[in-house]
């Protein structure tokens, strides 16, 4: 039996500029998502005032007073009641329960599929608690107390990082490889547990879905009310961008099982980088579009709705069909649709699929990922660049996100990874990247 430094050994290698990175990633990043929530409004995005006199705009953002009105106390409860719902449906709500992939200490975890019902559970008895109150204009409450909701976001993110941090040192448990390094910083912001799990809450598997798919939606329609509020109706782009981001949350949730094979379920520890990207940047920032499109409303024409669309499914079927095929061959490579594909036998066991899809590049998932990125922040327009953050954003995050598992498959599989990459050439983009 292997023992405990055997199972879980010492970090040796930092990530992320190690400890200054993770400096960095614990207070520039909620600083910057404090920046668009306060700095974008309806006077510009970012505001007008800060590119008249940006010595004047800060010194009257930065008192006192606003600091204190940063805390807002039914913010802060609304946050915490919204997180309270997913926790009592994950458990409520029936769902496929399904093994995950086997760890080091040769424990098989088992995870409840109930994302999707709970999606749609939350709609149904929100519609039903806002058909008793007869008005939609709670939902108002959001845009008007954005920045609350922001903070209350990250100080959750804070949190739930310090307690499963803190957690991480029972003696039973399984640390993430890259999250063991004793730096107490490094390891907060990159996760030291592999699994954290209350009882059978996994607090991981339930983060990767629900706060921050679920509340982005969640979000969006609020944004929605809100211009339907302020116009009466709700122009085309923002139908588009409801319609890109729903749809997107909506198949993530329902194919729930494909995100047991990912990096972050599989590989990372959790701790602030996967708990700030679910409580906060994914809802608070993906929703910069919608909340754009409040503040600055705006029709498109046909042609260039229709070719939005496009670009929006294209990308979604690159996205969509090749991870479904690395799942399906991983699965059981044997079955209908995948035994037909060609593969890399490894030393290590596993088969590297080498045809179709993966055999374009060795991420073309994220090409996919990455063109619907960019469709869904075209619908906002040329007149700020703000709202294509997150396609600007999420190219970089993909481009080092490669670079990242790129190297932890030339550890797990060595000289085949080399030479997968002498059949697979490129990297993300075929014959160019
Ligand atoms: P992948 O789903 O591409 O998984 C990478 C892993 O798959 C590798 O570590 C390796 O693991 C296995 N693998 C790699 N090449 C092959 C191959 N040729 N054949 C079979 N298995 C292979 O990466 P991610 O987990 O990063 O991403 C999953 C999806 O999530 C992507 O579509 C991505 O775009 C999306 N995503 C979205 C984000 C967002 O914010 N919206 C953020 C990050 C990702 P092993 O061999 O050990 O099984």
Redesign the pocket.
């Known amino acids: 039996m292997a023992t405990k430094d055997e199972l879980n050994p010492k970090t040796t290698e930092y990530e992320f500029l190690g400890p200054v990175g993770a400096f960095l990633f614990v207070t520039a990043l909620p600083l910057l998502v404090l920046f668009f929530s306060i700095c974008c409004n309806a006077t510009g995005y970012p505001s007008q005032s800060l590119f008249e006199d940006y010595k004047a705009y800060f010194s009257e953002l930065l008192t006192v007073e606003m600091a204190k009105s940063l805390i807002d106390p039914i913010a802060i409860a609304i946050y915490l009641a919204f997180i309270l719902i997913l926790v009592i449906y994950s458990f409520a709500l029936n769902g496929d329960v399904v093994p995950g ?1 086997r760890l080091r200490n040769g424990k098989v975890l088992k995870y409840r599929m109930n994302g999707f019902r709970t999606f749609h559970n939350i709609f149904v008895f929100g519609g039903f608690l806002l058909y008793q109150y007869g008005s939609y204009e709670p939902l108002l409450f959001v845009y008007d107390h954005w920045v609350g909701i922001v903070v209350a976001s990250i100080l959750f993110s804070y949190l739930i990082s310090l307690f499963v941090y803190l957690r991480s040192f029972k003696p039973d448990a399984l640390l993430a490889l890259g999250g063991n390094s004793g730096n107490a910083l490094y390891d907060y912001m990159i996760g030291r547990e592999l699994n954290p799990r209350i009882g059978d809450f996994d607090i991981k598997f339930f983060t990767e879905l629900r706060p921050g798919l679920i509340g982005w939606v969640v979000l969006n329609v609020c944004f929605a009310v809100k211009q339907y509020h302020d116009l009466e109706r709700i122009t085309n782009s923002m139908g588009l961008v409801l319609f890109f981001h729903t749809f ?1 949350v909506v198949d993530a949730l329902w194919n729930e099982e ?2 047991l ?4 379920v ?2 990372d520890g959790f701790g602030f980088m996967l708990a700030f ?1 679910l409580y906060t940047w ?1 809802p608070m920032l ?1 929703t910069l579009q919608a909340r754009y499109l409040v503040d600055f409303p705006r029709d498109m024409s046909y042609v260039e709705l229709g070719l939005i669309l496009a670009l929006n499914f294209l990308g979604y079927f690159i ?1 969509r069909s ?2 479904s095929q ?1 799942n399906a ?2 699965s059981d490579p044997e079955s209908e649709s995948v035994k037909h594909l060609k ?2 036998k ?1 030393e ?1 066991g ?5 045809s179709s899809w ?2 374009m590049s ?2 073309i ?2 090409l ?3 063109l619907m ?1 960019l469709s869904w922040c075209l619908p906002c327009g040329f007149g700020s660049v703000v709202p294509y953050f997150y396609a600007i954003y ?1 190219g970089i ?2 481009i080092h ?2 670079r990242r ?1 790129d190297h ?2 030339r550890i ?2 060595g000289k085949d990874w080399d030479k ?1 990459c002498s059949i ?1 050439k490129a990297r993300i983009i075929p014959g160019i990247y």
Do not use: P, S
């Open positions: 992939t997107y494909a995100c094979t990912t990096m972050d599989t590989t990207g994914v993906y996205f090749a991870n690395k061959f991983r593969y890399l490894t290590r596993t088969k590297l699929i080498i993966w055999g060795r991420h998932n994220y996919g990922d990455w990125a999420f995050l993909l996100r490669e598992d932890q498959c797990k599989y997968y697979v």
